[in-house]
């Protein structure tokens, strides 16, 4: 059974940055993709960015280009999520989930299988 973990988030002033992190145990596979998600109150999940295990290759929604990196540590199994410039329409809650045997691409809630318990980030003044 895969088990997901994030942390890092918490309350920053707009212009400000966070690191996610999001630790993965449990699994057994190499070919599997790592997303970030997130869902503010009112809104429906969507998604943010995610990485492949198989070759490290990544992908990005417009809402990240530019401000946020995703990566990981293979030998920590886990992967994190930078997040830099952070205007207050990022708040949400960001969750890590889990997509096996696939890899880096437009994120869809549905294609994932396994997902952690949420860390609220909140951008205000």
């Known amino acids: 059974q895969l088990h997901l973990v994030e942390s890092g988030g918490g309350s920053v002033q707009p212009g400000g940055s966070l690191r996610l992190s999001c630790t993965i145990s449990?699994?057994?596979?190499?070919?599997?993709?790592i997303g970030w998600f997130r869902q503010a109150p009112g809104k429906e999940r969507e998604g943010v960015s995610c990485i492949a295990s198989s070759d490290g290759s990544t992908y990005y929604e417009e809402t990240a280009r530019g401000r946020f990196t995703i990566s990981k540590d293979n030998a920590k199994n886990t992967v994190y999520l930078q997040m830099n410039s952070l205007k207050p329409e990022d708040t949400a809650v960001y969750y890590c989930?889990?997509?096996?045997?696939?890899?880096?691409?437009?994120?869809?809630?549905?294609?994932?299988?396994?997902w952690g318990q949420g860390t609220q980030v909140t951008v205000s003044s």
């Open positions: 449990g699994v057994t596979s190499t070919w599997y993709a």
């Open positions: 989930a889990a997509y096996l045997f696939g890899g880096a691409g437009p994120l869809r809630v549905d294609l994932y299988d396994y």
